[in-house]
């Protein structure tokens, strides 16, 4: 579980588990949520299963409100 702070964008993480659930909800109830794992789009609450290879791999988290787009990357490694 990672809580999010509006003034950083990247974060790091180790999953202990193959897969994990994939959630995301904005501050503002009107901003848009969209996340890809390794340039993979993952539905919100969805599930995803961890690249076993010991190498980082980017969750991302896209927020737009209005015009404002903010993007948020979790690198997980998962070892292999």
Known sequence: TFSI?????????TASATTGKVEATP????????IDYNG??????G?????????AHP???TVQQGNAVRVYTVNV???S
């Open 40 to 45: 993979v789009n993952v539905r919100n609450g």
């Open 5 to 13: 702070k509006p003034t950083t964008y990247t974060y790091s993480g």
């Open 59 to 61: 969750l991302t988290v």
């Open 47 to 55: 599930t995803v299963t961890w690249q076993a290879d010991g190498t």
């Open 77 to 79: 490694t998962k070892a």
């Open 27 to 34: 501050a503002q109830a009107d901003a848009s949520v969209s």
